[in-house]
């Protein structure tokens, strides 16, 4: 037996562990057998452990004598987290960032491209881990695992941040040959590409919302945890608040650092409140949160609220969300039918002809179709939304599509449309603004869209535009009040590539002369006819 209390760094066939050897004492062993991940060598007569900054610390405190290996590994995380690297700019970004999002990007920085950014939602995690890769060019390709609702998101964030990015989009489960710098993949399609891309040796893996591989039994978790091995360069995003979900954050957490956390149970024991149930054991808990919280912003994670970057952020804050349609075959047919309609009345003498009901039965006819397109992908980004953030208020215009919302999420909603009246009116309000376990308010943007006040919510999200930005803005206004000290976050869920698309950039830039006040005159929705008919010529 040894003579003396002794750590050593080895190599094993799990790993790079720590072996521990000390001369025969019960109270030792019991205390031993305590640290996370320990595993007795009865052959060897030794025990060893993960390696672990803490595992170490606990050891030192025991009186163990740690070997040069482990000494160095000690000083070298020491070394990492005194480090301070500030961004100031980045070359060819094509915008300029908030300064938090900045400390984000020198975050990043710092920790080597293997971090985690969990920031609020609207805080803009995407353009912050984009940035980074713009300061690191060389390194291709990115793979971008996505919620498949946000890979359009994405490719325009890219193209909208960086100088000429080549951006592919991956869909379907038959691989093909990649040329893209930046490569978005879905989570749902991940393992029937996943030997094709770990061919390629990403440089960066992306994971965004990783909360979507939270099980481990899951095929997109299998998927993410075996091309995420060997990849020099990991980001996970995700706006959940971890601490209070810690289980959720496992997996990401593990592939950014292995080290950090020794084994899943010593985890899920410790911080997720595990115990066991007649259904098996019940990870949802949390437990040591604050603990939790110091010991991931001490390594690995960096999270900002809302509130605590206000004096960066503008009243409202715009995203255009493009989504993906279901039914494009179809679109493209009809679209095809308008554009022939209206050049057959390209002369200003044949247009005058043309009645603003003819015009807006033919558009109308396309926003439906639009509308229907993405109404399953907006339903999903509602979903996703809602497991991050507390309360959002959606607007549209028809019943279906406000049926469909309150149809799939029917215990958590409550809406206000031309069938809603007087004091039901007002209970939907109060139960939005007061009942906790009300999280979504639907409107028709005309009936619920004046006269009532929604400031449970500093989200909002249009699945349907209305033809002028007065009602917009009106209906924005819904959460954004006198007195109202938050920032408000305004999402258009739009069609891609569709007429749509056309509608929500006049209003956007009438919005801006209306801001303006340069006349005191609202648009009217003849001119935006007008001109949405002068596109189509």
């Given at each position: 037996m040894p003579q003396i209390k002794y750590a050593s760094m080895v190599k094993a066939s799990n790993g790079i562990r720590i072996k521990i050897t000390f001369p025969y004492d019960v109270e030792m062993i019991h205390k031993v057998r305590e640290l996370p991940g320990r595993t007795w060598h009865a052959e060897q007569k030794c025990w060893s452990a993960p390696v672990h900054v803490e595992t170490l610390n606990t050891l030192n405190e025991w009186g163990f004598e740690l070997d040069n290996h482990l000494k160095n590994y000690i000083e070298k995380t020491k070394s990492r987290e005194e480090e301070i690297i500030e961004i100031t700019g980045i070359p060819g970004l094509k915008g300029e960032l908030y300064p938090f999002q900045r400390k984000g990007v020198a975050f990043l920085e710092t920790k080597r491209g293997r971090a985690l950014i969990a920031d609020e939602m609207g805080l803009g995690k995407t353009?912050?881990?984009?940035?980074?890769?713009?300061?690191?060019?060389?390194?291709?390709?990115?793979?971008?695992?996505?919620?498949?609702?946000?890979?359009?998101?994405?490719?325009?964030?890219?193209?909208?941040?960086?100088?000429?990015?080549?951006?592919?989009?991956?869909?379907?489960?038959?691989?093909?040959?990649?040329?893209?710098?930046?490569?978005?993949?879905?989570?749902?399609?991940?393992?029937?590409?996943?030997?094709?891309?770990?061919?390629?040796?990403?440089?960066?893996?992306?994971?965004?919302?990783?909360?979507?591989?939270?099980?481990?039994?899951?095929?997109?978790?299998?998927?993410?945890?075996?091309?995420?091995?060997?990849?020099?360069?990991?980001?996970?995003?995700?706006?959940?608040?971890?601490?209070?979900?810690?289980?959720?954050?496992?997996?990401?957490?593990?592939?950014?650092?292995?080290?950090l956390f020794p084994d899943y149970w010593h985890y899920?024991?410790?911080?997720?409140?595990?115990?066991?149930?007649?259904?098996?054991?019940?990870?949802?808990?949390?437990?040591?949160?604050?603990?939790?919280?110091?010991?991931?912003?001490?390594?690995?994670?960096?999270?900002?609220?809302?509130?605590?970057?206000?004096?960066?952020?503008?009243?409202?804050?715009?995203?255009?969300?493009?989504?993906?349609?279901?039914?494009?075959?179809?679109?493209?047919?009809?679209?095809?039918?308008?554009?022939?309609?209206?050049?057959?009345?390209?002369?200003?003498?044949?247009?005058?002809?043309?009645?603003?009901?003819?015009?807006?039965?033919?558009?109308?006819?396309?926003?439906?179709?639009?509308?229907?397109?993405?109404?399953?992908?907006?339903?999903?980004?509602?979903?996703?939304?809602?497991?991050?953030?507390?309360?959002?208020?959606?607007?549209?215009?028809?019943?279906?599509?406000?049926?469909?919302?309150?149809?799939?999420?029917?215990?958590?909603?409550?809406?206000?449309?031309?069938?809603v009246v007087n004091a039901e009116r007002q209970n939907a309000v109060d139960n939005f603004q007061n009942n906790d376990k009300i999280k979504l308010f639907v409107g028709n943007i005309q009936a619920a869209g004046i006269g009532i006040t929604l400031t449970a919510s500093s989200n909002v999200a249009f699945i349907e535009l209305p033809w002028t930005p007065g009602a917009l803005v009106q209906a924005e206004d819904r959460c954004h009040r006198i007195g109202q000290k938050d920032s408000v976050n305004i999402y258009y869920l739009l069609a891609a590539g569709t007429i749509e698309e056309k509608i929500a950039h006049m209003i956007d830039d009438k919005r801006k002369v209306l801001d303006a006040v340069l006349d005191g005159r609202e648009t009217d929705q003849g001119s935006l006819l007008k001109e949405l008919m002068k596109q189509y010529k």
């Open positions: 353009v912050q881990a984009l940035a980074w890769w713009q300061l690191h060019r060389d390194k291709i390709p990115v793979v971008v695992v996505v919620p498949a609702s946000l890979k359009l998101n994405w490719k325009r964030e890219a193209e909208l941040w960086l100088p000429n990015p080549k951006v592919e989009i991956l869909s379907g489960t038959k691989p093909w040959k990649l040329t893209g710098e930046i490569i978005i993949i879905n989570y749902d399609i991940l393992h029937a590409w996943l030997e094709y891309l770990k061919k390629i040796n990403p440089a960066i893996l992306i994971t965004d919302e990783c909360h979507y591989y939270k099980s481990n039994k899951a095929k997109r978790t299998k998927a993410v945890k075996q091309l995420g091995k060997n990849i020099p360069h990991v980001i996970a995003l995700s706006g959940t608040p971890i601490v209070n979900r810690p289980i959720e954050a496992f997996n990401a957490l593990k592939l950014i650092d292995p080290l899920a024991k410790y911080y997720c409140a595990a115990k066991q149930s007649v259904f098996g054991w019940d990870l949802n808990g949390a437990s040591h949160i604050q603990e939790l919280h110091q010991r991931l912003t001490s390594t690995v994670m960096i999270r900002r609220l809302k509130k605590d970057v206000l004096p960066d952020l503008p009243d409202k804050i715009y995203s255009f969300i493009p989504i993906e349609l279901s039914n494009q075959k179809v679109y493209d047919e009809a679209e095809a039918d308008f554009v022939e309609f209206v050049r057959k009345y390209k002369s200003q003498e044949a247009a005058e002809r043309i009645s603003n009901a003819e015009a807006l039965a033919s558009i109308e006819g396309l926003k439906q179709l639009a509308v229907k397109g993405k109404l399953e992908q907006s339903i999903d980004w509602i979903k996703n939304f809602l497991e991050i953030e507390d309360k959002l208020i959606v607007f549209a215009t028809h019943k279906f599509v406000i049926d469909a919302i309150m149809t799939a999420f029917p215990s958590i909603t409550v809406k206000i449309d031309g069938s």
